[in-house]
T-cell receptor, first 116, second 112 residues
Framework: DVKVTQSSRYLVKRTGEKVFLECVQD?????MFWYRQDPGLGLRLIYF???????EKGDIPEGYSVSREKKERFSLILESASTNQTSMYLC???????????????FGPGTRLLVL | QKEVEQNSGPLSVPEGAIASLNCTYS??????FFWYRQYSGKSPELIMS????GDKEDGRFTAQLNKASQYVSLLIRDSQPSDSATYLC????????????FGTGTRLQVTL
């Protein structure tokens, strides 16, 4: 079974703080993703990584950065947290490379972030 | 037009009935389609994937794909209260490595 873990389930931070969200997958997947999910807006892609040290902006990258130093680990960084970044953050991974299931994404449990 | 559209619901069905969830997509180049279930406060969980036109069955779940009509559906037979959740449709973005576009989901309520 694919296992995707996230460092925190709930997080409360103050405006202006630097926030790190970490995601680890144990299935040697090539691709990793960070989404945020807000009521009525669905899942929105923040950043995507298809290899170590490789990243690509998603639909809403502003205010976020990412780091992927090891294949199994993908970090999301909020440089200066703001109240409009209060959300549920979901990490996912997918196999990538060849094969029919390469795009199938598996999600971590999510981190609910509240910025005060 | 949204890339992936779903009726937000709630869709209410009695226990034991068939629930029918629908999804339309705009990108004719999409080749991979997924259904996820998401319980309130939890993360999405993969139910099924489908890649070819027609039906694909897995237990009480059947996914149906019609690429000509750009339509994918999920049928849940013998619906149970534990099926009450939001169901997300996801479609691959043609020409991208592995990105998926998600619909906003349909909330299903199975009533006793």
């Amino acid at each position: 079974d694919v296992k995707v873990t996230q460092s925190s389930r709930y997080l409360v931070k103050r405006t202006g703080e630097k926030v790190f969200l970490e995601c680890v997958q144990d299935m040697d997947h090539e691709n990793m993703f960070w989404y945020r999910q807000d009521p009525g807006l669905g899942l929105r892609l923040i950043y995507f990584s298809y290899d170590v040290k490789m990243k690509e902006k998603g639909d809403i990258p502003e205010g976020y950065s990412v780091s992927r130093e090891k294949k199994e680990r993908f970090s999301l960084i909020l440089e200066s947290a703001s109240t409009n970044q209060t959300s549920m953050y979901l990490c996912a991974s997918s196999p990538g490379a060849g094969g029919p299931r390469r795009e199938t994404q598996y999600f971590g449990p999510g981190t609910r972030l509240l910025v005060l | 037009q949204k890339e992936v559209e779903q009726n937000s619901g709630p869709l209410s069905v009695p226990e034991g009935a068939i629930a029918s969830l629908n999804c339309t997509y705009s990108d004719r180049g999409s080749q991979s389609f997924f259904w996820y279930r998401q319980y309130s406060g939890k993360s999405p969980e993969l139910i099924m994937s489908i890649y070819s036109n027609g039906d694909k069955e897995d237990g009480r779940f059947t996914a149906q794909l019609n690429k000509a009509s750009q339509y994918v559906s999920l049928l849940i037979r013998d619906s149970q209260p534990s099926d009450s959740a939001t169901y997300l449709c996801a479609v691959n973005k043609a020409g991208t490595a592995s990105k998926l576009t998600f619909g906003t989901g349909t909330r299903l309520q199975v009533t006793l």
